[in-house]
């Protein structure tokens, strides 16, 4: 099994930036894509930015120039630098990863339990 353990989250007034973290733990042999979602209440759950292993980024428009995501394939972690923020960030932001098992070498979608965002005006 895989665990996706996420931290970071907060209140934050607008303008101001916050940091994510996500580690995986667990039978992992390799990380494809891995990175962020978040839901804002009565929303879906939308793509922030996502990373491969190779490094190819991909961002939500909303996010582009404000949010960088970086990744430590050493140590199965992916963070979000959240800078500028607005309250229309205020969300449930999900850790997300594309892990390939050593046993059956298929692939598999992982979520973390969410760290709340919250922008204040």
């Known amino acids: 099994q895989v665990q996706l353990v996420e931290s970071g989250g907060g209140l934050v007034q607008a303008g101001r930036s916050l940091r994510l973290s996500c580690k995986a733990s667990g039978t992992i042999l390799s990380i494809n894509a891995m990175g962020w979602y978040r839901q804002a ?19 939500a428009d909303s996010v582009k120039g404000r949010f960088t995501i970086t990744r430590d394939n050493a140590k199965n972690t992916v963070f979000l630098q959240m800078n500028s923020l607005k309250p229309e ?10 892990v390939r098992s050593p046993r059956t070498l298929s692939q598999r979608d992982y979520w973390g339990q969410g760290t709340q965002v919250t922008v204040s005006s």
């Open 41 to 59: 209440p009565g929303e879906q759950r939308v793509l922030v930015a996502t990373m491969t292993s190779g490094g190819s980024t991909n961002y």
């Open 89 to 98: 960030d205020t969300a449930v932001y999900y850790c997300y990863a594309a």
